[in-house]
């Protein structure tokens, strides 16, 4: 089968294709021919050696979180998935996902179904879920409360505007001015530049502020929090983790999310996909030969919402 694989640390143009044997599966395990993929800021971070000490990573390496697509096989104590189901699956940091066929455990599988597409759903498992855990389990986000979303354009950003929606938040989104038209449709009630304006330093108070980007801390914020306000960011940090300790004896909170794939929440979020309540933003699809093109805009910082890479059309 081809893959994309890395022989080694480094740039985006460390990604090449080639011809590797296709993965086998275990009792518990399934086989999914791949037709679409999601492209996570994990992913380069593996590839750029950043995550090295954390994850035992044998080369060639095929890298990619997640994916959608079609059961081809099952494993000996599988007995609730058939070979042309169509499903999303969780890869976890190690990955497989850049590839024709990839292997994921049951658990980590859930049924697609047909009226959501495969590159819509392909993002989910990661930036979907993230957003969701970060705003109702970390966030304990509740109708009415004031949310702010610090990078509201990205890939977690876009889910997260949507989903703080439905969870009935009233929703402030910080991005580029550029941006603002696009998280205004998909349901932010106020824009700030943050070319422009730094929302720490505005009067307004917020219930909940997500930092889906990771680029503020919880002593940047708290003076924008209400007295018992949360705030939840994407990148735990050492200072993070102190102040999540700290907070413990405080009506103010600082979290952070580690997502965990959940059937039950994917569930969730496939139901609201398919009954037209939520979409994932595409800003550009690629080919399997063109990771290493989507690798180095992913780096960029400019993306509005996913990079997904298609194998299939259709």
Request: charged share 20%; aromatic share 6%.
């Amino acid at each position: 089968m081809r893959a994309a694989v890395i022989n080694q640390y480094g740039t985006s143009q460390e990604l090449h294709v080639t011809d590797v044997p296709k993965p086998e599966v275990d009792t518990h395990d399934v086989l999914i021919h791949i037709h679409a993929t999601g492209i996570n800021p994990m992913d380069t971070k593996v590839r750029g050696g950043s995550m090295k000490l954390l994850l035992s990573n044998d080369f060639p390496t095929i890298l990619g979180g997640e994916c959608a697509g079609v059961v081809m096989e099952v494993g000996l104590m599988i007995t609730d998935l058939q070979i042309g189901d169509r499903v999303i699956a969780s890869l976890g940091p190690t990955g497989g996902g850049y590839a024709d066929y990839a292997v994921a455990k049951r658990k980590n599988v859930v049924k697609l179904p047909n009226e959501v597409r495969f590159e819509q759903a392909a993002a989910l498992p990661v930036a979907g879920l993230t957003a969701l855990q970060a705003l109702r389990d970390k966030g304990h986000l509740r109708p009415g409360d004031s949310v702010l979303i610090n990078g509201a354009s990205g890939g977690v950003g876009t889910f997260a505007i949507q989903i703080a929606s439905l969870l009935g938040g009233r929703i402030t989104a910080v991005c580029s001015a550029d941006n603002a038209t696009l998280v205004q449709q998909l349901g932010a009630e106020h824009v700030i530049d943050h070319n422009t304006v730094d929302f720490t330093k505005l009067p307004e108070r917020y219930n909940l502020i997500f930092d889906a980007v990771g680029k503020s801390s919880f002593d940047d914020c708290k003076h924008v929090l209400t007295e018992d306000g949360t705030y939840v960011t994407t990148v735990p940090s050492p200072k993070q983790i102190l102040e999540q300790v700290v907070t413990l004896f405080t009506s103010q909170k600082a979290e952070s999310i580690l997502t965990s794939f959940s059937q039950e929440d994917a569930t969730w979020l496939l139901k609201q996909m398919a009954n037209g309540k939520l979409q994932t933003i595409i800003d550009r699809t690629y080919q399997l030969d063109e990771l290493a093109q989507a690798h180095a805009y992913s780096e960029s910082g400019k993306v509005k919402g996913k990079l997904i890479v298609k194998l299939i059309d259709d």
